[in-house]
């Protein structure tokens, strides 16, 4: 059973900083290229910042230069660091694993909530 278990989501003030963790089970981590998503209340889910196999990270533009993601295969873990958080970033940040090879696989966390708030 593929599992992706989230955590490190809470409350932060503007300016602030969060490490969010991603564990996986019941995959071959690195067989999978990872991401992060994010979805605010009313609006859809949208991609936050991938991290391929051999480590390659692609970020979308509102949070290119403040967030930081990166993976470790021996622990099949994978973080997203957050620094300066704005009011804009709160949403529920879920977990993504993509099967690199053929047959398509594609997992998800359940989420775990960003609240940035002064």
């Known amino acids: 059973q593929v599992q992706l278990v989230e955590s490190g989501g809470g409350l932060v003030q503007p300016g602030g900083s969060l490490r969010l963790s991603c564990e996986a089970s019941g995959i071959i981590f690195s067989g999978y290229d990872m991401g992060w998503y994010r979805q605010a209340s009313g609006n859809q889910r949208e991609l936050v910042a991938t991290?391929?196999?051999?480590?390659?990270?692609n970020y979308a533009n509102s949070v290119a230069g403040r967030f930081t993601i990166s993976r470790d295969n021996a622990k099949n873990t994978v973080y997203l660091q957050m620094n300066s958080l704005k009011n804009e970033d709160t949403a529920v940040y879920y977990c993504?694993?993509?099967?690199?090879?053929?047959?398509?696989?594609?997992?998800w966390g359940r989420g775990t909530q960003v609240t940035v708030s002064s």
């Open positions: 991290v391929s196999n051999r480590g390659n990270a």
């Open positions: 993504n694993a993509r099967k690199i090879r053929l047959p398509t696989e594609n997992y």
